[in-house]
């Protein structure tokens, strides 16, 4: 038994291959170095290919994103005012949660298109403005940022979060991605299997971390904190945002395709990050010799996020609408080849005995 299911193989996929002693991600056998250079529609349809008809074409795949964007929008309005007591996150679990089973749109289409609507609406409506319709026309990515915004994007801002959504979009059997395996095998339905996964990926030590990351940043304040800030904390026993990670025993590759991303966009936050992260991982390194605790994907991707506007209360959000493409892969794999999920526990509580009369 391992308590964290470390080391054990729970499913086999053809999506996603996390190999953390080499530090590489690959994706259906592209390396995800390759992978960022495509469009977020390519790589959805790279992942469905084989279970989805809508693969077929990444063109047609896009505009049908688009037609099912409009359905999202029309279907988010009535439940917003309900969402805009919760926050951006609880109010994507609400929205995707009213999507019903009998939705006529192909499910994994549905989920991969309503996310950047509900989340550009809980934006907008957390400060204060009205949401903005899709437009079928745009891609994904462009289009979050054009609602979310209600502006067009530049190309480079829309490009950046492009690569960030492919970046997240599939790793493996991860908390959430499992999670969703788990309901999908019972049969459950997509819906439940993805609602399940953001569930599960909301927690700080899954996809929660990218707003903390800023926090910390903000919380270091200049330069000459950083060393006493970073000892501190570790002093404290608490863990640093942004680093470590259950696989990769070597640096997270997403974390350098996002930095490869966030260079470029000119972020005055991302030079003094630069020097957190050595310091942080020099004192890891000095509190956990041997552990080698290395930058993770929400480091990189807190910046990246805020570099193109997004704020921090869609962050997770936003990570939701990347990994949805990998999410729907899943529950489609999932459904057509596994089986129920149903491990063992191992009995710890008192031995048997009489119930007193
Ligand atoms: C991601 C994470 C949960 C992986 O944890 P894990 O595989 O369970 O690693 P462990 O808890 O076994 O950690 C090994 C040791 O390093 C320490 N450690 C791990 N990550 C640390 C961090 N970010 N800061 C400080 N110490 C850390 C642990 O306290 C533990 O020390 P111990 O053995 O003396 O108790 C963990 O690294 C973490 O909490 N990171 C910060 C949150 C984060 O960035 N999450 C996003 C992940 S993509």
């Known amino acids: 038994m391992s308590t964290g ?34 469009e977020f529609e ?7 290919q084989g279970f989805a008809p809508e693969a077929d074409a990444s063109d047609a795949l896009a505009e049908r ?18 969402a805009s007591r919760l926050t951006p996150v609880e109010g994507l679990r609400l929205l995707l949660s009213a999507i019903p089973d009998a939705e006529e749109t192909p499910h994994h289409l549905m989920a991969v298109a309503a996310v950047p609507v509900f989340a550009a609406a809980l934006g907008r409506i957390a400060a204060g403005d009205a949401p903005v319709p899709p437009d079928p026309a745009l891609r994904t990515a462009e289009d979050f940022l054009a609602m979310l915004h209600d502006r067009t ?8 979060l492009e690569t960030y ?91 350098d395709v ?25 004192a890891l390194e000095r509190a956990k010799p041997g552990r080698n605790l290395q930058t993770n994907v929400e480091f990189y991707t807190a910046l ?23 999410w729907t892969a899943h529950v489609l794999e999932q459904e057509q080849t596994g089986r129920l999920l149903r491990p063992l526990s191992r009995y710890t509580g008192p031995a048997v005995r009489v119930a007193a009369e």
């Open 304 to 326: 990246a996020l805020e570099a193109v506007g997004i704020p921090r209360p869609l962050f997770t959000p936003v990570f939701a609408l990347g990994r949805m493409a990998g």
């Open 65 to 82: 994103l688009g037609q099912a964007r409009l359905v999202a929008f029309a279907m988010a309005e009535p439940l917003l005012p309900a």
């Open 5 to 38: 299911l470390e080391g054990i193989v729970a499913a086999e996929t053809v999506l996603s291959h996390v190999d953390g002693e080499r530090g590489e991600l690959v994706l259906r056998g592209l390396r995800l170095e390759e992978a960022a250079r495509l």
């Open 258 to 282: 996002l930095r490869g991303v966030v260079r470029p966009l000119s972020s005055p936050r991302v030079a003094f990050a630069e020097k957190v992260e050595a310091a942080a991982i020099a």
């Open 165 to 255: 959504l492919i970046t997240v979009a599939d790793h493996g059997l991860n908390a959430s991605t499992f999670a969703a395996r788990v309901i999908a095998s019972t049969r459950a339905g997509l819906f439940s299997s993805v609602v399940g996964a953001l569930c599960a990926l909301k927690g700080p030590l899954h996809g929660g971390a990218p707003g903390p990351v800023l926090d910390m940043l903000d919380e270091i304040g200049g330069e000459e904190s950083i060393a006493g800030w970073i000892e501190g904390e570790i002093a404290a026993g608490r863990r640093l945002m942004g680093f470590g990670h259950r696989v990769y025993k070597v640096r997270d590759p997403r974390a």
């Open 153 to 160: 994007p530049s190309a480079d801002h829309a490009r950046a």
């Open 42 to 48: 390519e790589v959805t349809a790279l992942l469905w």
